[in-house]
């Protein structure tokens, strides 16, 4: 084990004094991604332990949002990227060379909340938290939410809503899950990676994941969709929320798996989950894709091929730790067999 | 042109013709500062060639609805800056009001002898150094320590006032008072070190000369000085309003990103800066020419402030030459 470590520092040590040289620069293989912000934690973990366990292979990755690495992929500036919006099919079209999408972890979106008081254990019904984020529930003692909390005294606040500025691939999957439930949101805001919110003062935008809870940590009465890990790295309060079996769940690893391990993966593996049945799942979930060419040098397709097998296997005994929901066993089979479309 | 090098022959002058040497250093010297000024000149026309170009789809597409429409949506396609264009400049205003006061109050004080001089002088050195300050502290700031600070008594004005626009909506968080307090800070540095060149430019015989005619300290800082300084305090407030107009991340955090056009202090707004900021990194096609509009938009604005600031600054100038 010391010798381990030694040996490791001294290859750090080599690596390091060779980039004054560039001499490590030139002998490694570099794949380059860019993309979704939202796995990015568990990404970097993995390709920095990946890189370190390859020998001669770089990985590197940006997270400039979902958006921005589709658009990479497009122009070719990348070796893969991902996006928590898939692609679509007209993007698909776009990318000459094929496309293979490949859903790798999958993640919760919570609803964090900041009431005076620190109230815990808020439950918000299905009927209501859509109507919240459309504008139509305004106060936090609105009769409605106040029936579903008989066991906390809930303060005479205006309700603030915090919401993404910037286009975001968590805007997505919580618009699509806030559509799938409630005609009236999907009639009158719908759902993509950026929406047209209702005009309001209580209604204020923050740029980022954490700038968002940031903000929600501020402001008295505010709330707003994160993602999980977020949440539990900040400590934030979040709703238990009411599931399609109309059970109120709240987030965490265990609730997450079963809300996915109904998901139906199609051949494209683009599947959304937008409203898991069961009694136990928690009803914001979604997968989070790689997005890799189907032809490309046959050297690096056998590297992002071993990436991706790493994801799967290596990978996923992280993920929980970190926030994330691992795959569960059928899909890990379905995404492996998948990933020998890379060449 | 031809220079003579050589001095007449039976000159006794101790004056010698300028070295071969001290020619070319002062040839050389005015073309690289030719170069250097033209690169400059050039540099703003291709940037605003660029971004005019990139620009050109979203101005055929909009027109001049993209200046009244008050939508920015992505989905549909359609976008408009006006509750931008508002927010930029209501913010803009109320930073330079309150920064522009405090500022030149700030450079009387410090130039009129109210401290002793060491003390002036560290004063100073403590206001420049805001300006070193990076803008996303500000924004930190803003959020943590302003918008608390600030919470109750807003609060307290909208339950009491809330009849009077200003204060028709309670703030929650981000909004634009909490943006305009931060931005008047981030703009001080700008209006107090120019104003306080400027006083101190003002001849000290013109004071002493107020002073003799019997005036008391404040009818000669009042009447004499600030006017006679007015050229250089009012560039100072062209220089910080047109900074206040560009101020970008701060702004992004603390005005809460909102399209809507409200008087209300305590709304939350948007600006142009934080649209681009905000929106740019992930902006496909249509919304990143329709953000290059919108780009070229502040720049027209920032432009047709100071071409104001200068007419004023002309007119002012004439104005005291006449006095």
Not at chain 1, 36 to 51: I, N, T, V
Not at chain 1, 301 to 316: F, H, M, P, S
Request: proline fraction near 6%.
């Amino acid at each position: 084990m010391k010798n381990k470590r030694k040996l490791f520092l001294a290859v750090v040590g080599a690596c390091f004094a060779g980039q004054l040289g560039l001499a490590c620069w030139a002998a490694d293989l570099r794949l380059v991604g860019s993309g979704a912000s939202f796995p990015f934690p568990l990404y970097s973990a993995w390709f920095k332990d990946f890189s370190r366990k390859t020998a001669g292979v770089t990985v590197d990755y940006q997270a400039k949002g979902s958006g921005a690495g589709i658009q990479d992929l497009i122009n070719k500036t990348v070796d893969f990227a991902a996006s928590d919006a898939a692609m679509t099919p007209e993007q698909i079209s776009k990318v000459a060379d094929g496309v293979v999408l490949l859903p790798m972890t999958a993640g919760e979106i919570v609803l964090a909340y900041n009431l005076p008081g620190q109230l815990k254990d808020l439950k918000l019904p299905r009927d209501v938290y859509p109507d919240i984020f459309a504008g139509k529930i305004t106060q936090w003692d609105d009769p409605r939410i106040v029936a579903a909390n008989p066991h906390i005294k809930l303060p005479n606040l205006p309700i603030t809503v915090v919401r993404r500025s910037d286009s975001s691939g968590t805007t997505f999957v919580f618009t699509k899950h806030l559509s799938a439930i409630s005609p009236t949101f999907k009639e009158q805001i719908g759902s993509g990676t950026t929406v047209n919110w209702p005009q309001s003062d209580k209604f204020v935008a923050a740029p980022k994941n954490d700038g968002v809870t940031a903000t929600i940590k501020q402001t008295p009465g505010a709330i707003g969709y994160i993602e999980y890990g977020y949440a539990k790295l900040t400590k934030a309060d979040t709703a238990l929320l009411q599931n399609r079996a109309g059970k109120f769940v709240a987030a965490s690893d265990a609730s997450g798996a079963v809300a996915l391990a109904g998901a139906q993966l199609p051949a494209d593996l683009i599947a959304w989950v937008d409203d898991p049945a069961g009694p136990e799942s928690y009803p914001i979930v979604s997968f989070t894709w790689m997005l890799f060419y189907q032809k490309q040098d046959p050297e690096k397709a056998k590297y992002l091929r071993e990436l991706v097998a790493y994801g799967l296997t290596e990978g996923q005994k992280s993920a929980d730790k970190m926030g994330y929901i691992p795959l569960p066993a059928n899909v890990v089979e379905k995404v492996m067999a998948a990933s020998a479309k890379i060449q | 042109m031809s220079v003579s090098l050589e001095l007449p022959k039976n000159s006794h002058s101790l004056a010698q013709a300028p070295s071969v040497v001290a020619y070319a250093v002062n040839r050389a010297f005015s073309v690289v500062a030719t170069i250097g000024a033209l690169t400059i000149i050039a540099l703003v026309a291709y940037i605003l060639y660029e971004i005019g170009r990139q620009a050109v789809p979203a101005m055929q597409q909009s027109g001049l609805r993209f200046l009244v429409d008050t939508h920015w949506d992505v989905q549909k396609g359609s976008f408009g800056i006006l509750p931008q264009i508002w927010g930029t400049l209501y913010s803009s205003l109320l930073a330079l009001l309150i920064g522009g006061f405090v500022g030149v109050t700030i450079a009387i004080f410090l130039t009129q002898g109210f401290l002793p001089p060491y003390l002036a002088v560290s004063f100073r050195t403590l206001i420049e150094m805001l300006a070193a300050i990076p803008s996303v502290v500000f924004g930190l700031w803003g959020i943590f320590v302003v918008i608390p600070f600030v919470r109750p008594g807003a609060n307290w004005l909208n339950e009491h006032f809330g009849s009077i626009p200003f204060f028709s909506s309670s703030l929650s968080g981000p909004g634009l008072l909490p943006a305009v307090i931060v931005l008047s800070i981030m703009i001080l540095p700008t209006v107090a070190a120019i104003s306080q060149d400027a006083i101190g430019l003002v001849p000290y015989k013109i004071k002493e000369a107020a002073y003799g005619m019997g005036t008391t300290r404040w009818e000669a800082i009042l009447k004499v000085i600030v006017p006679t300084a007015a050229v250089g305090i009012s560039s100072a407030l062209v220089l910080g309003f047109g900074r206040a107009l560009g101020e970008t991340m701060a702004l992004a955090m603390l005005i809460g990103n909102s399209n809507q056009i409200s008087l209300s202090l305590f709304s939350p707004a948007n600006t142009l800066a934080a649209l681009l900021a905000s929106n740019f990194p992930e902006a496909a096609q249509t919304e990143r020419q329709a953000l290059m509009y919108a780009a070229l938009v502040l720049l027209a604005i920032t432009l047709i402030v100071n071409v104001i600031g200068t007419i004023i600054l002309v007119w002012t100038s004439r104005k005291m030459g006449k006095v």
